[in-house]
């Protein structure tokens, strides 16, 4: 048959580039919408003179060829079926799914969609029937992102790997007339309850005080040495500062002598005001075999103060027995929980502890454009996963864009916001029907909100969107069939790593990225580090109650540049004989890196971390 399509194209004068690719997609073209050669070239003459193309066939050109004959198909279905109204993402699913099921799959990954879901741009608006469906770019338009040939690959995983069984299985499931019908039925709806107190959207922000300041670094010494005493392993705090030949119990925070980056040497040690007044003393590590010190990290410390100088440490504590819990701010006012959507809260005992979700973190389009593609990509693969629950990090609107910084769009943010977001985001949870939960939590990137930590909400004015569509603060605490779940737009990983100073012993573990996570849940907050870093909009007027992780939740989620990453953290201490608390800790990556595509996770919680199944995939 390809020859049959080769014969035509040059009956009519055309000239092939790249023979043997352009083929292969015609002759794919050919199989899903049942067109004989003489049909597709027919089509192709129409689309060359359209847009008034040269006479040789490219494969640069098949992209917005597709397109053209995905058009060809929808008016055929609209004027067989007149009134009949298609949602955008719904048509290219039906028209494109014989194309997916006849491309050769790559292990473990889904089939390449991304011939089907080219947005347009903020300018265009195509219509059926006057109805308007989700923007994308001109068909002409050929991308570096929609160029990429390697999609949907898994790039590590949490206790799985890929099942070629169940992806061939699937796949000739796909060849079936049942097959539509069967993906989009809906999977039982999760549960969702939201911890704490939200930020109301367009609340008063960075008019905090030198007192709040104070209040909230002193709260937190006093906080963990009322922990470190009942866990037993110290009878009595004391002042570090006071000489003393005996070896005392300290608890302070430490801190960094000069600017600039933490050094060993010197580093303070700060105790609360009511053991020393506020008062820093001089602490030499030389003794310690191993430590992991950040400036803003409060620790218990062992050790003799001879001058009454500097402090010599024989231990350093820096976690909180699990078993002891932080007195928090919630303990004097009882955790305020929004139940959402309550007629549809759990009533199957069954799906306790079970959850499967996408997690993704902006950008969610590359920096040549602001086609959205890579979010187009990633809904369509959610459309076809259909998990419980899909979790969005932002930027959703970068400020950090090119286009943005220069201010060479025509739309307002939140236009943009409205248009490239929420309207896909709608096609998406009409598609999914009833099951369909989609959480967004905003990032201090996010052009079009209010530039502060900790962040209220977006603030979604459709009433027909927040049904399904939940937005949280940053950070923000929620559960999900009572799976506890914590996540943070800042890039708190990246901060630590750039200020933490450690040693580890000969033959000791260095897994970094484990200990940078770590930190967080043995400090008990989103954002331990003190001083902040620079362009980090910490108000502390907002942040006692907010920056909190009373509990260690059974997932965490910590958007960052780093490298990507799913693991299981165990917080405790083993030499102490205490039992480990399990987390999953995830850093699902950037959706887009640059002009190319980023990644993605999907995981599958069962019951405890050890069970969970998670994979990273590369979009």
């Given amino acids: ?88 993402n719904d048509l290219d699913m039906i028209l494109s799914d014989d194309h997916e099921d006849t491309k050769e799959g790559i292990l473990g990954t889904p089939a390449d969609r991304s011939d089907t879901l080219c947005p347009e741009p903020l300018d265009s608006i195509h219509k059926i029937n006057g109805d308007s469906f989700s923007s994308g770019k001109p068909p002409e338009t050929v991308t570096p992102f929609g160029q990429r040939k390697s999609k949907f690959v898994v790039q590590s995983t949490l206790n799985d790997l ?67 005493v009942a866990s037993g392993l110290c009878e009595e705090v004391k002042d570090p500062t006071v000489a003393s030949q005996e070896s005392i119990f300290a608890v302070g925070m430490i801190c960094c002598d000069e600017e600039g980056r933490l050094k060993e040497k010197p580093v303070l040690l700060q105790s609360s005001v009511e053991h020393s007044e506020g008062q820093r003393v001089r602490l030499d590590l030389q003794k310690l075999g191993q430590f992991s010190i950040f400036p803003g990290q409060v620790v218990g410390v062992e050790g003799y103060n001879p001058s009454g100088h500097c402090l010599i440490a024989s231990k350093l504590i820096d976690c909180v027995p699990m078993s002891v819990p932080v007195p928090s701010d919630e303990d004097l006012h009882p955790t305020k929980k929004q139940a959402i959507d309550q007629e549809f809260q759990l009533t199957d005992p069954s799906m306790l502890g079970e959850l499967s979700m996408i997690i993704a973190a902006g950008p969610f389009t590359t920096i040549d454009n602001l086609f959205f593609e890579p979010l187009a990509e990633l809904l369509a693969y959610a459309r076809r996963k259909q998990p419980q629950l899909l979790l969005l990090l932002g930027p959703f609107i970068d400020s950090e864009h090119p286009e943005i910084k220069k201010g060479t769009v025509n739309r307002t943010f939140d236009e943009i916001f409205r248009t490239e977001i929420l309207e896909r985001l709608q096609d998406y949870v009409e598609y999914m029907g009833s099951a369909a939960r989609v959480i967004l939590v905003p990032s201090v990137r ?44 800042v890039d708190i990983l990246k901060q630590l790593s750039g200020e933490e100073i450690s040693r580890n012993p000969l033959g000791g573990s260095k897994q970094r990225m ?24 910490l108000d502390f007027s907002l942040a006692p109650e907010a920056l909190q992780i009373s509990h260690v939740p059974d997932i965490l989620i910590l958007s960052s540049d780093l490298a990507h990453f799913v693991k299981v953290l165990s917080v405790g201490d083993k030499n102490e004989g205490e039992e480990q608390t399990k987390c999953v800790c995830v850093n699902p990556g950037r959706l887009s890196r640059g002009e190319g595509a980023g990644f993605f996770v999907e995981l599958n919680y069962h019951q405890n971390p050890d069970s969970t199944v998670a994979s990273v995939i590369s979009i």
Wanted: with cysteine; proline share 5%.
């Fill in 1 to 88: 048959m390809e020859e049959e399509i080769k014969a035509e194209f040059e009956k009519s004068g055309f000239t092939l580039d790249d023979e043997q690719e352009v083929l292969q997609k015609c002759l794919t073209f050919c199989i899903q919408y049942k067109r004989s050669p003489s049909d597709l070239v027919s089509s192709w003459e129409v689309f060359s003179l359209n847009r008034q193309l040269e006479l040789t066939v490219k494969n640069a050109y098949m992209d917005a060829f597709l397109l053209h004959l995905q058009d060809e198909q929808k008016e055929a279905i609209i004027k067989k079926e007149s009134g009949l109204h298609f949602y955008s």
């Fill in 162 to 228: 890929p099942n070629t069984e169940n992806i061939k299985k699937e796949e000739d499931n796909g060849n079936s007339e049942d097959y539509v019908i069967m993906r989009v039925q809906p999977s039982a709806r999760c549960s969702l309850v939201i911890h704490g107190s939200q930020l109301e959207p367009g609340c008063r922000f960075m008019y905090d005080k030198i007192e709040d300041k104070f209040n909230f670094l002193e709260n937190r010494i006093r906080k963990h040495a009322t922990a470190l």
């Fill in 446 to 489: 996010d052009a079009n909100h209010d530039f502060v930590f900790p962040q209220p909400a977006f603030d979604i004015q459709q009433t027909d969107l927040k049904h399904k569509i939940t937005c949280l603060s940053n950070p923000g605490i929620f559960s999900a069939n009572e799976i506890k779940i914590g996540c943070c737009t």
């Fill in 514 to 537: 484990s200990r940078l996570a770590n930190h967080l849940l043995s400090q008990r907050s989103f954002y331990p580090l003190y001083p902040p870093m620079e362009g980090t909009p």
